[in-house]
C-alpha cells in the first residue's frame, strides 16, 4: 500500500448513504476508517471499521486513533450519521429530542474537533457533513427536529469553513432531499418522490457522489451543495 494514498474517515457508514460513500471513495483508492453502530469487520485491507455511538466522545476518539494509527493521518471526514423521527412537533418526547440530538450534533462535534485538530498538523484536509434541504417546509411533513439540527449544521459548515480556512482546510455540507435508504419504505417512494421538482427520490450514490465532488474541488470551501431534486430552489 502506497504511504500516499489519502484517508478518509466515514460515520454512518453500514447502509444507505454511508456505505455509497465508502464505496466511493475506495474507488479512488483511499484508505477508509468506517464507523457505525453496528458495523461489522471488513474484508478489505484497506477499510477498517469500528463500531460504536458517534454521539459517544469515546467513540469519536476511538476513531482518530484507529485512523492514525493504522493510516498515519486523516485527510477527509465525513460526517454522514444522521437519524430522523417524523411526529408532529408537539408530540415529540424528550426521548426523541435527545436521540437526535445525539447522533446529529454531537456525533458531528466531537468528531470534527478531533479531525480538524489532526488536519491542522498537517496543514491540510477537508470536512464534508450530509446535513439536509431544510430551508423550505413541507405543508404536512414534520420536520422541526430535522430543521433544527440539519440547519445548525449547515450554519456550523460554513462558520467553520472561514474558522480554518487559512490553515488549508476546507468545510463543505451536502444537503440531500429524500433519498432511498433503509429508513423509507419502498411502497413509500411514490410519494416521497412526488416532494421533488424532478419528481422522485435521490439515489444514495448520487449523495455519494456529490462527496466526492466536493472533495476534490480544492477551491470550494463554505460550500452547501444541494443534491434535492430542486426542493430548495421552490415547489
Given at each position: 500500500?502506497?504511504?500516499?494514498?489519502?484517508?478518509?474517515?466515514?460515520?454512518?457508514?453500514?447502509?444507505?448513504?454511508?456505505?455509497?460513500?465508502?464505496?466511493?471513495?475506495r474507488?479512488?483508492?483511499?484508505?477508509?476508517?468506517?464507523?457505525?453502530?453496528?458495523?461489522?469487520?471488513?474484508?478489505?485491507?484497506?477499510?477498517?471499521?469500528?463500531?460504536?455511538?458517534?454521539?459517544?466522545?469515546d467513540?469519536?476518539?476511538?476513531?482518530?486513533?484507529?485512523?492514525?494509527v493504522?493510516?498515519?493521518?486523516?485527510?477527509?471526514?465525513?460526517?454522514?450519521?444522521?437519524?430522523?423521527?417524523?411526529?408532529?412537533?408537539?408530540?415529540?418526547?424528550?426521548?426523541d429530542?435527545?436521540?437526535?440530538?445525539?447522533?446529529?450534533?454531537?456525533?458531528?462535534?466531537?468528531?470534527?474537533?478531533?479531525?480538524?485538530?489532526?488536519?491542522?498538523?498537517?496543514?491540510?484536509?477537508?470536512?464534508?457533513?450530509?446535513?439536509?434541504?431544510?430551508?423550505?417546509?413541507?405543508?404536512?411533513?414534520?420536520?422541526?427536529?430535522?430543521?433544527?439540527?440539519?440547519?445548525?449544521?449547515?450554519?456550523?459548515?460554513?462558520?467553520?469553513?472561514?474558522e480554518?480556512?487559512?490553515?488549508?482546510?476546507?468545510?463543505?455540507?451536502?444537503a440531500?432531499?429524500?433519498?432511498?435508504?433503509?429508513?423509507h419504505?419502498?411502497?413509500?417512494?411514490?410519494?416521497?418522490?412526488?416532494?421533488?421538482?424532478?419528481?422522485?427520490?435521490?439515489?444514495p450514490?448520487?449523495?455519494?457522489?456529490?462527496?466526492?465532488?466536493?472533495?476534490s474541488?480544492?477551491?470550494?470551501?463554505?460550500?452547501?451543495?444541494?443534491v434535492?431534486?430542486?426542493?430548495?430552489?421552490?415547489?
Amino acid at each position: 500500500m502506497s504511504a500516499l494514498q489519502k484517508v478518509v474517515i466515514v460515520t454512518g457508514a453500514s447502509q444507505g448513504m454511508g456505505a455509497e460513500v465508502v464505496k466511493a471513495f475506495r474507488k479512488l483508492d483511499y484508505r477508509v476508517i468506517a464507523t457505525s453502530r453496528k458495523i461489522k469487520p471488513s474484508d478489505d485491507p484497506n477499510i477498517f471499521t469500528v463500531a460504536g455511538d458517534i454521539g459517544d466522545r469515546d467513540t469519536a476518539q476511538r476513531v482518530i486513533a484507529e485512523a492514525l494509527v493504522r493510516f498515519g493521518r486523516i485527510d477527509t471526514l465525513v460526517n454522514n450519521a444522521g437519524i430522523y423521527i417524523g411526529k408532529p412537533f408537539t408530540e415529540h418526547t424528550l426521548e426523541d429530542y435527545n436521540a437526535v440530538m445525539n447522533v446529529n450534533v454531537a456525533g458531528f462535534y466531537h468528531i470534527t474537533q478531533l479531525a480538524i485538530a489532526e488536519m491542522q498538523k498537517q496543514g491540510s484536509g477537508h470536512v464534508v457533513t450530509v446535513t439536509g434541504s431544510v430551508e423550505n417546509s413541507i405543508s404536512g411533513a414534520h420536520t422541526a427536529l430535522a430543521a433544527l439540527t440539519k440547519g445548525g449544521l449547515n450554519a456550523a459548515t460554513r462558520a467553520l469553513a472561514i474558522e480554518y480556512a487559512k490553515q488549508g482546510i476546507r468545510v463543505n455540507a451536502v444537503a440531500p432531499g429524500v433519498t432511498k435508504t433503509p429508513m423509507h419504505k419502498p411502497e413509500h417512494y411514490e410519494m416521497l418522490g412526488a416532494l421533488h421538482p424532478l419528481g422522485r427520490m435521490g439515489e444514495p450514490s448520487e449523495v455519494a457522489s456529490a462527496i466526492v465532488f466536493l472533495d476534490s474541488a480544492e477551491f470550494i470551501t463554505g460550500e452547501i451543495l444541494h443534491v434535492d431534486g430542486g426542493q430548495s430552489a421552490g415547489r
